[in-house]
């Protein structure tokens, strides 16, 4: 029960921030449009129409179309999918490796943290499109080759707050106690210490998502990410810049969703961090 | 701080040989291997062979990583199997435009970020204040890419006011300066909100520093207190994070040597990626690494020098 | 006698907070004249520190000056323009704070700030340097020329205080003001510290308003005395006098309570209860 009020009174202290209403307003619209994408999209994103290729916005046809007829407002609502597909599971594992490793640096031997800081230090020295590239040389583009360099790249972020938390609680009287009774380090790192660090956690990961979402667009948009014709933000713009000079539609309508998922996250990410930590209000 | 020095570089030097070892461990793990990538499908086997005798994939692992590094040690990245050209020479071409790019995308951020970020944090609340607040967020929420598509759209295609293709005439700088406009405005753009952000909540906590006082009392202008006395312990967190906002700067260069059609290192491996040419990939992705990582050294470095605290601690 | 260096005059202010507004200070009235050296004492929150941020107008953005004034050489401080009053302060009226450790820019050197505040003087830089290096080794800090490259972390306590006198005396004020100047440092240093300042006092021949909640070091340093007590002065005059026969019944307990004035060994230390007039009242 009580855990309940308190969820609730963390929701209402969202809902009076407007900022952090319109970020849950914009992300409900997305996750919504995502599930939902193919009921919602007007046409079918792959099919061609050549009679009404680059047509500008129109009663049917919202956004235009490509240089193949493809109408750009379902290309837009299925590549939101995409984006979401990318980039929850593969935020999600990140989160996961960068805890594992993170709690175990903190709490276990000094080596064993010495070396997983060194991997974490290495991992995060490649530039993040670089390393991505590298990938893509090796295994050829995929939406997968897109999810692998994120749980590398953001896994030590994760891991290395992790760390510095477990740390902290480490020396903490309960913790001590507990080991006094004899309790081993999966016990240890499961029930007590990763529900004390989780929260923060999930906060500073969900606002990473929109970084991950532009860097799929991104590689989509170089011709490294999704394969033709799966629609994704990024491949509208591809497709835009080919036809930079005739027509503007396939650009807005890859770059609108990007921006507005971006400051969605955002908005509510600070919300959210703002109910989960009041010291850490923004100074904005 | 000699001390110092030699261990930071040491650190960024062992961080370089662990990640090129994981690279090379990977490239090794990968199902099928570079040479039948390279070659394509219609390659026989033999010749398939041959490229992986040519490119030392031949040998055990260990005998890669330990060559590979002696190689590395007389800058040797390798042979472009293609071009027959060393890859570190390719490279070494491309990254001055890459550098130029990079520098022109920074440098006019940092001036324009520091002085809003000292303004604000002088004058808060104030209309100023308030813009560079909701710049800073709006223009975080749109990727270099996406900023230097809408510039080439607005700027290049519509208002055709500046080029929209190339890196101008190397030998005039002036023409350089103007294909680098677009660019460097591109990726420079999200960093201006974000360094006067920044810079706002360091200054914001310097000015809350009890010798602040004191300089007021001792009559010293606003100017010199805000300017002199404050931006020189407020300026020291920005440094270090310049450093690691190499990697996204470099990142950020890739999309838009793309766009704007420059030559440099992120154009460089698209094209190699394109044209299967994996020895130069790596070499670039080597060399950009590297980069990065001793960018991160420099600015920690950078940081100790400027904070007598630090350096004289060493 | 000649115009004093410092007036307040029925100076009441005000802090505006959430709760609603705080008196900080109520009907204050203070005078120093040329020469003297007058000690505030009282326990902490009793406005001390109010007081002195009014004297130099560096005063929290939520505090309100509701009544009064403060005149400093006979001109109204609250009448000053913004560069009028940059003038002011440093040369007529300087200030010495509590906390040697943290008053001074960690990464400027010591003889660039000396040099620094200097800057209403029309000389060469030069000349503000060696100005600066007589200051040091007149306050007493050793190899004062090297101390100029230096940074002010790298001085002991003692030595900085020392530093942040120097300073202060540096560009010749008619008032010194010292917060607490020895709270943070160690008994031995403090009479050091006293002694200099006295010293100084009468070579330079300023006048100094002593602030600290230290008895012994009041009675050592000054001539005249103000009690203070939650936000009002409640006694005021010769040093001698208010210490020797002191009428406010809060001045009493005060000297009961500090340890060094006390006559006898005790095992338990007197103190003064938090709402020590309402307790006296009954």
Same mark, same amino acid.
């Given at each position: 029960?009580?855990?309940?009020?308190?969820?609730?009174?963390?929701?209402?202290?969202?809902?009076?921030?407007?900022?952090?209403?319109?970020?849950?307003?914009?992300?409900?619209?997305?996750?919504?449009?995502?599930?939902?994408?193919?009921?919602?999209?007007?046409?079918?994103?792959?099919?061609?129409?050549?009679?009404?290729?680059?047509?500008?916005?129109?009663?049917?046809?919202?956004?235009?179309?490509?240089?193949?007829?493809?109408?750009?407002?379902?290309?837009?609502?299925?590549?939101?999918?995409?984006?979401?597909?990318?980039?929850?599971?593969?935020?999600?594992?990140?989160?996961?490796?960068?805890?594992?490793?993170?709690?175990?640096?903190?709490?276990?031997?000094?080596?064993?943290?010495?070396?997983?800081?060194?991997?974490?230090?290495?991992?995060?020295?490649?530039?993040?499109?670089?390393?991505?590239?590298?990938?893509?040389?090796?295994?050829?583009?995929?939406?997968?080759?897109?999810?692998?360099?994120?749980?590398?790249?953001?896994?030590?972020?994760?891991?290395?707050?992790?760390?510095?938390?477990?740390?902290?609680?480490?020396?903490?009287?309960?913790?001590?106690?507990?080991?006094?009774?004899?309790?081993?380090?999966?016990?240890?790192?499961?029930?007590?210490?990763?529900?004390?660090?989780?929260?923060?956690?999930?906060?500073?990961?969900?606002?990473?998502?929109?970084?991950?979402?532009?860097?799929?667009?991104?590689?989509?948009?170089?011709?490294?990410?999704?394969?033709?014709?799966?629609?994704?933000?990024?491949?509208?713009?591809?497709?835009?810049?080919?036809?930079?000079?005739?027509?503007?539609?396939?650009?807005?309508?890859?770059?609108?969703?990007?921006?507005?998922?971006?400051?969605?996250?955002?908005?509510?990410?600070?919300?959210?961090?703002?109910?989960?930590?009041?010291?850490?209000?923004?100074?904005? | 701080?000699?001390?110092?020095?030699?261990?930071?570089?040491?650190?960024?030097?062992?961080?370089?040989?662990?990640?090129?070892?994981?690279?090379?461990?990977?490239?090794?793990?990968?199902?099928?291997?570079?040479?039948?990538? $390279?070659?394509?499908?219609?390659?026989?086997?033999?010749?398939?062979?041959?490229?992986?005798?040519?490119?030392?994939?031949?040998?055990?692992?260990?005998?890669?990583?330990?060559?590979?590094?002696?190689?590395?040690?007389?800058?040797?990245?390798? $042979?472009?199997?293609?071009?027959?050209?060393?890859?570190? =020479?390719?490279?070494?071409?491309?990254?001055?435009?890459?550098?130029?790019?990079?520098?022109?995308?920074?440098?006019?951020?940092?001036?324009?970020?520091?002085?809003?970020?000292?303004?604000?944090?002088?004058?808060?609340?104030?209309?100023?204040?308030?813009?560079?607040?909701?710049?800073?967020?709006?223009?975080?929420?749109?990727?270099?890419?996406?900023?230097?598509?809408?510039?080439?759209?607005?700027?290049?295609?519509?208002?055709?006011?500046?080029?929209?293709?190339?890196?101008?005439?190397?030998?005039?700088?002036?023409?350089?300066?103007?294909?680098?406009?677009?660019?460097?405005?591109?990726?420079?753009?999200?960093?201006?909100?974000?360094?006067?952000?920044?810079?706002?909540?360091? $200054?914001?906590?310097?000015?809350?520093?009890?010798?602040?006082? =004191?300089?007021?009392?001792?009559?010293?202008?606003?100017?010199?207190?805000?300017?002199?006395?404050?931006?020189?312990?407020?300026?020291?967190?920005?440094?270090?994070?310049?450093?690691?906002?190499?990697?996204?700067?470099?990142?950020?260069?890739?999309? =838009?040597?793309?766009?704007?059609?420059?030559?440099?290192?992120?154009?460089?491996?698209?094209?190699?990626?394109?044209?299967?040419?994996?020895?130069?990939?790596?070499?670039?992705?080597?060399?950009?690494?590297?980069?990065?990582? #001793?960018? =991160?050294?420099?600015?920690? #470095?950078?940081?100790?020098? #400027?904070?007598?605290?630090?350096?004289?601690?060493? | 006698?000649?115009?004093?260096?410092?007036?307040?005059?029925?100076?009441?202010?005000?802090?505006?907070?959430?709760?609603?507004?705080?008196?900080?200070?109520?009907?204050?009235?203070?005078?120093?004249?040329?020469?003297?050296?007058?000690?505030?004492?009282?326990?902490?929150?009793?406005?001390?520190?109010?007081?002195?941020?009014?004297?130099?107008?560096?005063?929290?953005?939520?505090?309100?000056?509701?009544?009064?004034?403060?005149?400093?050489?006979?001109?109204?401080?609250? &009448?000053?323009?913004?560069?009028?009053?940059?003038?002011?302060?440093?040369?007529?009226?300087?200030?010495?704070?509590?906390?040697?450790?943290?008053?001074?820019?960690?990464?400027?050197?010591?003889?660039?700030?000396?040099?620094?505040?200097?800057?209403?003087?029309?000389?060469? &830089?030069?000349?503000?340097?060696?100005?600066?290096?007589?200051?040091?080794?007149?306050?007493?800090?050793?190899?004062?020329?090297?101390?100029?490259?230096?940074?002010?972390?790298?001085?002991?306590?003692?030595?900085?205080?020392?530093?942040?006198?120097?300073?202060?005396?540096?560009?010749?004020?008619?008032?010194?003001?010292?917060?607490?100047?020895?709270?943070?440092?160690?008994?031995?240093?403090?009479?050091?510290?006293?002694?200099?300042? &006295?010293?100084?006092?009468?070579?330079?021949?300023?006048?100094?308003?002593?602030?600290?909640?230290?008895?012994?070091?009041?009675?050592?340093?000054?001539?005249?005395?103000?009690?203070?007590?939650?936000?009002?002065?409640?006694?005021?005059?010769?040093?001698?006098?208010?210490?020797?026969?002191?009428?406010?019944?809060?001045?009493?307990?005060?000297?009961?309570?500090?340890?060094?004035?006390?006559?006898?060994?005790?095992?338990?230390?007197?103190?003064?209860?938090?709402?020590?007039?309402?307790?006296?009242?009954?």
């Amino acid at each position: 029960m009580k855990q309940q009020s308190e969820l609730l009174k963390s929701a209402k202290l969202i809902l009076r921030d407007p900022l952090g209403l319109l970020g849950l307003v914009i992300v409900i619209a997305l996750v919504g449009s995502a599930i939902f994408a193919p009921s919602l999209a007007p046409f079918n994103p792959t099919a061609i129409d050549m009679k009404a290729r680059l047509s500008g916005p129109t009663a049917s046809h919202w956004l235009g179309t490509d240089q193949l007829g493809r109408d750009t407002f379902s290309r837009m609502i299925l590549g939101g999918r995409v984006a979401l597909q990318v980039a929850l599971p593969s935020i999600a594992a990140a989160l996961g490796l960068g805890l594992l490793l993170g709690m175990v640096a903190g709490y276990g031997p000094r080596w064993l943290d010495n070396a997983i800081m060194l991997l974490f230090d290495t991992l995060r020295s490649f530039p993040t499109v670089m390393l991505a590239l590298s990938f893509v040389a090796l295994v050829g583009p995929s939406l997968g080759t897109v999810m692998l360099v994120v749980i590398v790249t953001s896994a030590p972020i994760y891991g290395r707050i992790a760390r510095t938390q477990t740390m902290t609680l480490k020396s903490s009287e309960f913790i001590t106690a507990e080991e006094a009774m004899g309790a081993r380090m999966p016990r240890i790192l499961l029930i007590h210490i990763l529900p004390n660090i989780l929260g923060t956690l999930v906060v500073l990961a969900s606002m990473d998502i929109p970084a991950v979402i532009a860097l799929e667009a991104g590689l989509s948009f170089l011709g490294m990410g999704v394969k033709p014709p799966t629609p994704s933000w990024g491949s509208l713009l591809k497709d835009g810049y080919a036809l930079i000079r005739s027509t503007p539609w396939l650009i807005i309508a890859g770059a609108l969703p990007i921006v507005m998922t971006t400051l969605g996250f955002t908005f509510l990410g600070e919300a959210l961090r703002d109910v989960a930590d009041p010291k850490l209000r923004r100074t904005r | 701080m000699l001390f110092y020095t030699i261990k930071r570089l040491g650190l960024a030097a062992l961080i370089i040989v662990v990640a090129m070892t994981l690279l090379l461990v990977m490239v090794h793990m990968v199902p099928g291997d570079p040479a039948r990538t $390279m070659l394509g499908p219609r390659a026989t086997p033999e010749m398939q062979e041959a490229l992986r005798i040519r490119m030392g994939l031949d040998k055990p692992l260990i005998t890669q990583i330990g060559l590979f590094f002696l190689n590395l040690l007389r800058g040797d990245l390798g $042979m472009d199997v293609f071009e027959n050209r060393p890859v570190a =020479t390719i490279v070494f071409e491309q990254l001055p435009y890459t550098l130029e790019l990079i520098a022109a995308a920074i440098i006019w951020p940092v001036v324009l970020g520091t002085i809003l970020g000292v303004y604000s944090a002088s004058h808060r609340n104030s209309l100023i204040d308030r813009l560079t607040g909701v710049l800073s967020i709006a223009v975080v929420a749109a990727p270099a890419f996406v900023v230097s598509l809408f510039a080439l759209l607005i700027f290049a295609v519509q208002l055709q006011w500046l080029p929209a293709i190339g890196a101008g005439d190397p030998d005039s700088f002036a023409d350089r300066l103007r294909y680098l406009a677009l660019p460097g405005f591109s990726i420079g753009l999200s960093w201006v909100g974000y360094i006067a952000r920044m810079v706002r909540a360091s $200054m914001l906590e310097v000015l809350g520093e009890p010798h602040i006082r =004191t300089a007021r009392a001792f009559g010293l202008s606003e100017w010199r207190i805000h300017y002199g006395y404050a931006l020189k312990l407020g300026i020291l967190p920005i440094i270090t994070m310049l450093g690691v906002g190499m990697g996204f700067l470099l990142s950020a260069a890739v999309f =838009t040597e793309m766009v704007f059609a420059r030559p440099g290192i992120g154009k460089l491996v698209i094209d190699s990626i394109t044209s299967r040419n994996y020895p130069v990939v790596m070499g670039a992705v080597l060399v950009s690494t590297m980069l990065f990582v #001793l960018s =991160t050294a420099i600015a920690d #470095l950078a940081n100790a020098a #400027l904070d007598p605290r630090v350096r004289k601690a060493l | 006698m000649s115009e004093p260096v410092l007036k307040v005059s029925n100076l009441s202010i005000d802090y505006r907070t959430e709760q609603g507004r705080l008196k900080a200070l109520r009907n204050i009235d203070l005078t120093i004249g040329a020469g003297e050296i007058v000690g505030v004492v009282g326990e902490s929150g009793c406005g001390k520190s109010t007081l002195i941020s009014a004297i130099l107008r560096l005063m929290a953005n939520n505090a309100e000056v509701t009544g009064g004034g403060i005149a400093i050489n006979g001109r109204d401080l609250f &009448k000053l323009s913004a560069r009028e009053l940059r003038m002011m302060r440093g040369a007529e009226v300087s200030i010495v704070f509590q906390d040697p450790m943290q008053s001074h820019n960690p990464v400027i050197s010591i003889g660039r700030q000396m040099v620094d505040i200097q800057f209403r003087e029309n000389i060469s &830089k030069k000349e503000k340097l060696n100005r600066a290096i007589a200051m040091l080794a007149e306050v007493g800090i050793p190899e004062p020329a090297e101390k100029m490259k230096q940074y002010p972390f790298e001085l002991s306590g003692g030595m900085r205080q020392r530093l942040a006198i120097a300073m202060a005396l540096l560009c010749r004020p008619k008032l010194l003001i010292a917060d607490e100047p020895t709270t943070a440092l160690d008994a031995t240093l403090e009479v050091q510290i006293l002694d200099k300042l &006295k010293d100084l006092q009468q070579r330079y021949g300023c006048s100094v308003l002593f602030v600290s909640h230290h008895l012994g070091a009041v009675a050592r340093l000054c001539d005249k005395v103000a009690v203070m007590y939650k936000g009002e002065v409640v006694e005021s005059g010769d040093i001698d006098t208010v210490f020797s026969n002191p009428q406010h019944p809060y001045t009493r307990a005060l000297i009961e309570c500090d340890p060094a004035g006390l006559e006898e060994r005790t095992r338990m230390l007197p103190t003064i209860p938090a709402d020590f007039l309402e307790a006296a009242r009954s």
